[in-house]
């Protein structure tokens, strides 16, 4: 089984502990963001609404999760954008991308690690990066009234497929 | 060996920018310099269409269905292939798109150099907030032309 990186917003941060977990039972070698020393109560903030501490403590993450992706990459993984809710003001249909996991975005997709999605973003260079044509890259291009905090339904139905591939 | 740069940033600095590789054009030709150059070719777009948000831009359908190869184009057919990658962050803005080229030149390996020090981003000019993690990324602020061109020969 392929290797897992994970790029996500700490606002999801609770969702996607319990994501790790879930996957770490299927014994998926999965590397999330660390968001071990972000408060649940700061990450769900809209990032101008965090402390300046709480972003000086980001400074690193940034760069030891571009390490993270090259490493699977070199091990022939994925990375998954785990974006499984839009924000108010967003589309519904949308998911929410952070400005720095669009960053991460863009570094994947130089290092030649494929990208993929739990739900579209309106970002237009995202999309490109993500592909716009290969729509089994979205979780909900190819299952339109699945939930992606379903994570059954996310695992046997679509990202197992990505992962045995 | 004079080194290669390619340029990143908002097309609302389009003008800015513009000045910022004539400058340096002009100080490397004085000292017989020809320095590799690519920026990001804001050219042919309507009149202040650069000075659009983003999400207003995206209303036009050429430019819509131009973002996927200029992304591309940046990234492979010039970030990748320089050496330096010049984030031209004024008033410490940086869009979506810059971030993400920021990123991907940090994932490369390249040396980067920024205009400012901050690193701002959100809704340009009053919604910015500070993302010190870009910062990060980035190894000196750089903050003229000249200051640039010393470092490229």
């Known amino acids: 089984m392929r290797p897992l990186v994970i790029c996500c917003s700490q606002r999801f941060k609770s969702e996607l502990d319990e994501f790790v977990h879930f996957l770490e039972k299927r014994r998926v070698l999965v590397l999330p963001p660390n968001f071990k020393y972000i408060r649940r109560r700061i990450a769900k903030r ?29 091990m022939g993984g994925i990375c998954l954008v785990f974006n499984p809710r839009s924000l108010n003001g967003q589309r519904k249909e949308n998911g929410y991308i952070g400005k720095n996991t669009g960053g991460e975005i863009f570094g994947s997709a130089v290092l030649d690690v494929t990208v993929i999605m739990l739900k579209p973003n309106e970002e237009e260079s995202y999309m490109a990066l993500v592909s716009e044509t290969d729509r089994k890259r979205i979780f909900t291009f190819q299952h339109p009234k699945g939930n992606p905090l379903d994570f059954d339904l996310v695992w046997e139905n679509w990202l197992k497929g990505w992962l045995d591939g | 060996m004079a080194k290669s740069v390619t340029f990143c940033s908002s097309q609302r600095f389009k003008t800015q920018l513009d000045f910022f590789i004539h400058s340096i054009d002009i100080l490397a030709s004085r000292k017989g310099f ?22 207003d831009r995206m209303n036009n359908e050429v430019y819509r269905s131009e973002v996927a190869g200029r992304v591309y184009d940046h990234l492979f057919r010039k970030v990748r292939v320089t050496d330096v990658t010049f984030i031209f962050n004024k008033d410490g803005y940086l869009g979506a798109n810059t971030i993400g080229e920021l990123f991907a ?10 205009l400012e ?13 500070l993302e010190p993690s870009a910062r990060k990324l980035i190894h000196e602020v750089v903050a003229t032309p000249c200051e640039l061109l010393k470092r490229l020969l």
């Open chain 2, 105 to 114: 030149a940090a994932a490369w390996g390249k040396i980067i150099y920024a």
């Open chain 2, 34 to 55: 020809k320095l590799v150059v690519f920026d990001p070719e804001f050219r042919n777009r309507p009149d202040n269409f650069h000075l659009l948000s983003e999400k």
């Open chain 2, 117 to 129: 020090d901050k690193t701002l981003m959100g809704q340009y000019p009053d919604g910015l907030y």
């Open chain 1, 46 to 74: 809209l990032p101008h609404r965090r402390p300046k501490a709480s972003g000086t403590k980001a400074e690193g993450l940034v760069l030891s999760h571009l390490k993270r992706i090259a490493q699977v990459g070199k």
